[in-house]
């Protein structure tokens, strides 16, 4: 029942935070997003290690049922790396910010095709 729960709300953060990575345009929102659905990953980990009646896993030589530590070791290695890309986003977000003054995708999507049309390129080519 518990583990249940636990999978349940990973399920319902990261339907959150994919709705809100599929409706924003603004560029820190989507950071936002992208890092609510990274703690949606943490909680299926948690949930992922959890047993009924587990103890820490230090072994004393008692006999039992252990909790699985590998999942928290995945769990603490996504903290790090969620951290790191997420800093990253939000840098390059400051960055695109100073040099385009805004962070709404769809004007920094018109941006750059005015910029690839008034080069002579035809406005299809790019991936903007």
Same mark, same amino acid.
């Given at each position: /029942?518990?583990?249940? $729960?636990?999978?349940? $709300?990973?399920?319902?953060?990261? $339907?959150?935070?994919?709705?809100?990575?599929?409706?924003?345009?603004?560029?820190?929102?989507?950071?936002? #997003?992208?890092? *609510? /659905?990274?703690?949606? *990953?943490?909680?299926?980990?948690?949930?992922?290690?959890?047993?009924?009646?587990?103890?820490?896993?230090?072994?004393t &030589?008692? =006999?039992?049922?252990? #909790?699985?530590?590998?999942?928290?070791?995945?769990?603490? %290695? #996504?903290?790090v790396? @969620?951290? #790191?890309?997420?800093?990253?986003?939000?840098?390059?977000?400051?960055l695109?910010?100073?040099?385009?003054g805004?962070? =709404?995708?769809? %004007?920094?999507?018109?941006?750059?095709?005015?910029?690839?049309s008034?080069? @002579?390129? /035809?406005? &299809?080519?790019h991936?903007?």
């Amino acid at each position: /029942m518990m583990q249940q $729960a636990a999978w349940i $709300a990973a399920a319902l953060v990261f $339907a959150m935070g994919l709705y809100s990575l599929c409706t924003q345009r603004h560029l820190i929102r989507l950071c936002v #997003a992208l890092g *609510v /659905m990274e703690t949606s *990953v943490l909680i299926a980990l948690a949930a992922l290690a959890w047993r009924p009646d587990a103890q820490a896993p230090i072994v004393t &030589g008692a =006999d039992g049922v252990y #909790a699985d530590p590998l999942p928290h070791a995945l769990a603490l %290695t #996504a903290i790090v790396i @969620g951290a #790191a890309t997420l800093s990253l986003a939000l840098a390059l977000t400051i960055l695109i910010f100073r040099t385009h003054g805004t962070l =709404d995708i769809e %004007t920094l999507r018109d941006k750059g095709r005015e910029a690839h049309s008034a080069d @002579g390129s /035809m406005v &299809g080519e790019h991936p903007l």
